[in-house]
T-cell receptor, first 114, second 114 residues
Framework: AQTVTQSQPEMSVQEAETVTLSCTYDTSESNYYLFWYKQPPSRQMILVIRQEAYKQQNATENRFSVNFQKAAKSFSLKISDSQLGDTAMYFC???????????FGDGTTLTVKP | NAGVTQTPKFQVLKTGQSMTLQCAQDMNHNSMYWYRQDPGMGLRLIYYSASEGTTDKGEVPNGYNVSRLNKREFSLRLESAAPSQTSVYFCASCTEPSGANVLTFGAGSRLTVL
């Protein structure tokens, strides 16, 4: 079974600064995908970014980028130019080739301060 | 375009009562999922349906049953609710049961069992 660990329960950052959220995982699968989801107070789960394990290039989506270290089984999320609207809980998630095998981390609560 | 719709959004039950959470998607997705989210934790998979007519257990299936009524609808039933089932429940769907496909989530249903 795979595991996903987010070691930072809470983080805060000043508006316009950069913050990095950590995620490590463990799996014996070779074909898998990694995700970061955002959950604002509205409770809606929103996809932030996705990484295919077979791709070496790190995924980017506007102000969001990942540092994917496959050998170290690390998948961190960098948020640049943080905005107040980035305040939310962020979940790292693992999904194997069969999406029934989905595992979420316990989340990191990020607060962006004005 | 409604996406994934869950009903009810809130429900309070007494121990031993039964209830069904309804989920419907209008995106012609083949795969549907039920997760639960407990305070301070990530999402844990209860059951999933890779395609119409099939259902499989996830990580925490005990105390629940599911029905894939048709391609659009996937319901979750609690036959005899227990306080340990107090949680927020999320339904999700995707085109095919693979991590290559992104999950679309409903808004969640908050269930309290007294």
């Amino acid at each position: 079974a795979q595991t996903v660990t987010q070691s930072q329960p809470e983080m805060s950052v000043q508006e316009a600064e950069t913050v990095t959220l950590s995620c490590t995982y463990d799996t014996s699968e070779s074909n898998y995908y990694l995700f970061w989801y955002k959950q604002p107070p509205s409770r809606q789960m929103i996809l932030v970014i996705r990484q295919e394990a077979y791709k070496q290039q790190n995924a980017t989506e506007n102000r969001f980028s990942v540092n994917f270290q496959k050998a170290a089984k690390s998948f961190s999320l960098k948020i640049s130019d943080s905005q107040l609207g980035d305040t939310a809980m962020y979940f790292c998630a693992f999904m194997g080739g069969n999406a029934g095998k989905s595992t979420f981390g316990d989340g990191t609560t990020l607060t962006v301060k004005p | 375009n409604a996406g994934v719709t869950q009903t009810p959004k809130f429900q309070v039950l007494k121990t031993g009562q039964s209830m069904t959470l309804q989920c419907a998607q209008d995106m012609n997705h083949n795969s549907m999922y039920w997760y639960r989210q407990d305070p301070g934790m990530g999402l844990r998979l209860i059951y999933y349906s890779a395609s119409e007519g099939t259902t499989d257990k996830g990580e925490v299936p005990n105390g629940y049953n599911v029905s894939r009524l048709n391609k659009r609808e996937f319901s979750l039933r609690l036959e005899s609710a227990a306080p340990s089932q107090t949680s927020v429940y999320f339904c999700a769907s995707c085109t095919e049961p693979s991590g290559a496909n992104v999950l679309t989530f409903g808004a969640g249903s908050r269930l309290t069992v007294l």
